[in-house]
């Protein structure tokens, strides 16, 4: 059974630091293109960072330039999301997901939730002092 599991989340005052996982289950994450995307209340899914599978190409949103980063540790079957100086409008759930690709994130726009087949259950995440 196929199954991503979030973890990570809290509450974290303005200018705190976060490290979500996302732990993968029934398969490897080695041929699979990893999202991390977030929605807050009101608001349309966005695509927060993505990373390739295979040429280490990644994405981040401007929102989270310089103070996210993502990683992953196929070894573990698992994916980081480093969240620093994080802002009030960071607050979301976050939801990591995962599709079968080897393509260049950034070249073939792929940080997109609709190009994702397998999704973890979300973690919440909240800024505030």
């Known amino acids: 059974q196929v199954q991503l599991v979030e973890s990570g989340g809290g509450l974290v005052q303005p200018g705190g630091s976060l490290r979500l996982s996302c732990a993968a289950s029934?398969?490897?994450?080695?041929?699979?293109?990893i999202g991390w995307f977030r929605q807050a209340p009101g608001k349309e899914r966005e695509g927060v960072s993505c990373i390739s599978s295979s040429d280490g190409s990644t994405y981040y949103a401007d929102s989270v330039k310089g103070r996210f980063t993502i990683s992953r540790d196929n070894a573990k079957n698992t994916v980081y999301l480093q969240m620093n100086s994080l802002k009030p409008e960071d607050t979301a759930v976050y939801y990591c997901a995962a599709v079968p690709s080897s393509l260049n994130i950034r070249l073939f726009r792929l940080c997109v939730p609709r190009k994702y087949d397998y999704w973890g259950q979300g973690t919440q995440v909240t800024v505030s002092s």
């Open positions: 029934g398969f490897t994450l080695d041929y699979y293109a």
